[in-house]
């Protein structure tokens, strides 16, 4: 049985960033917090534990540098939480790698829309002072949209080829999935996800449906705009 490392743990890669590192922290960090989850009876303190023992390791470059060199001669630190039950040889990678590309394409989003909302305001002020167009800051302009999307699609395809149907890349499917999966993590993470649709129809009000509606049919419209947006 192959043991998760802290960098699986965190879904970062080998080659990350310290603020990789600590945006990971800190995104999972909210997701387990015993608190978030006491409410529906879900104990998530040995997950925060692991989390919190990960970012320690690998926020010091010390440590991690030693941890490197454990990895590279085959000694694996072994996570209580994380590494329970048999893993699944067809899935190439834990669901919280998926999880956090999940995370990262919605901060994409939110700073695509927040960029054009400032620019729109921008060139009304432009347009009301001096009537004309500025060319180069439209070039700017472009290249910053390339390149968001550019990141979304490295995210979407990471997403696709998970598997996971784009209906379930928001927050709170993503979330709802990723405390369960950490409990079950031999289990077809897939399967949880059909569990959730179950959750939304038996568990939720029809006001709650409507709202994660609202929240999901309003990402997806974000994204379709971000990539229109792009040559």
């Not at 192959?2 to 699986?8: A, F, I, L, Q």
């Amino acid at each position: 049985m192959n043991s998760r490392t802290y960098y699986d743990i965190l879904g970062v890669s080998r080659e990350a960033t310290l603020q990789e590192i600590t945006s990971a922290k800190n995104a999972l960090a909210k997701v387990y917090h015993p608190d978030a989850n006491m409410n529906q009876g879900i104990d998530t303190t040995a997950c925060m534990q692991e989390i919190l023992e990960a970012y320690r390791v690998l926020s010091n470059p010390e440590s991690r540098h030693e941890y490197d060199k454990e990895l590279g001669g085959g000694q694996i630190r072994v996570f209580r939480t994380f590494t329970v039950g048999p893993e699944d040889d067809e899935q190439a990678a834990p669901f919280v790698v998926y999880w956090n590309a999940a995370c990262r394409l919605q901060e994409t989003v939110d700073l695509a829309m927040e960029f054009l909302e400032n620019n729109s305001q921008k060139k009304k002020r432009t347009f009301l002072f001096f009537r004309r167009k500025d060319a180069a800051s439209e070039a700017e302009k472009q290249k910053h949209l390339n390149k968001l999307s550019v990141r979304a699609m490295q995210y979407i395809t990471v997403l696709k080829e998970a598997g996971i149907p784009s209906q379930y890349w928001t927050e709170d499917a993503m979330n709802w999935v990723l405390i369960r999966w950490s409990h079950r993590q031999n289990m077809d993470y897939r399967v949880l996800f059909n569990r959730y649709e179950k959750h939304l129809n038996q568990d939720l009000s029809n006001s709650e449906r409507h709202k994660l509606h609202v929240h999901g049919k309003q990402f997806h419209n974000n994204l379709k705009k971000l990539l229109s947006c792009a040559l």
